[in-house]
């Protein structure tokens, strides 16, 4: 789950997520649909987002998004009208 990986990421314990699950992060623990699944579920998928992030850390895996404006490459012009009758 990419909400773990994040806090995994940033360095929290699985006693850290456990106490905010009934606080500021309400929605987390409604993503399970009861409170036996998420006890049963919840430290196995800790235990993937601290691997994931560990075999992750101090690479780069984010896809080059050139946000840059374009430059003008010449195209097609049209030509030049006679302005004289």
Same mark, same amino acid.
């Given at each position: 789950m990419a909400v773990l990986n994040h806090f995994a990421a940033c360095g929290w314990t699985l006693e850290q997520v456990r106490g905010e699950l009934s606080g500021q992060? +309400? %929605?987390l623990? #409604?993503?399970? +649909?009861s409170p036996a699944q998420l006890t049963r579920l919840l430290e196995r998928?800790? =235990?993937?987002a601290l691997e994931f992030t560990a075999s992750r850390r101090g690479k780069k895996y984010s896809p080059k998004s050139d946000t #840059?404006? =374009?430059k003008p490459? %010449? %195209?097609?012009r049209a030509p030049l009208q006679s302005t004289s009758s």
């Open positions: 992060f +309400q %929605g623990a #409604s993503l399970y +649909q998928e800790w =235990t993937k #840059s404006p =374009t490459t %010449g %195209g097609h």
